[in-house]
């Protein structure tokens, strides 16, 4: 996948997670962008109806650092059931 804002192709996946908050799965895979200096998230929605949606955002640096710096203490981000603060805690708009 390129980068959505400078269309450089992306470096690996930096961090990952899953949330159901409403019956609906969102699995986020963050991605940076080292030439442009932001970072990418790639989001797939699993829907009630069983459908499935794709969303790719560009995040200011600043933000993605943090989310990730979130991500990083959850002990199961990819675990959709993880109980933890961050999952209770962070919605699906970030
Ligand atoms: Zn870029
Ligand atoms: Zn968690």
Avoid at 36 to 58: A, I, L, N, Q, W
Wanted: charged share 25%; with cysteine; proline share 7%.
């Amino acid at each position: 996948m390129n980068c959505p804002r400078c269309d450089q192709p992306l470096g690996p996946r930096v961090a990952g997670f899953a949330t159901r908050p409403a019956g609906e799965e969102y699995v986020h895979c963050w991605y940076r962008c080292e030439p442009c200096g932001h970072y990418v998230r790639d989001t797939v929605v699993d829907r009630f109806s069983g459908d499935t949606d794709r969303f790719v955002d560009v995040v200011q640096d600043e933000l993605g650092t943090r989310t990730i710096g979130l991500i990083a203490q959850c002990p199961a981000p990819l675990d959709d059931k993880c109980r933890c603060l961050v999952h209770s805690t962070v919605g699906v708009g970030w």
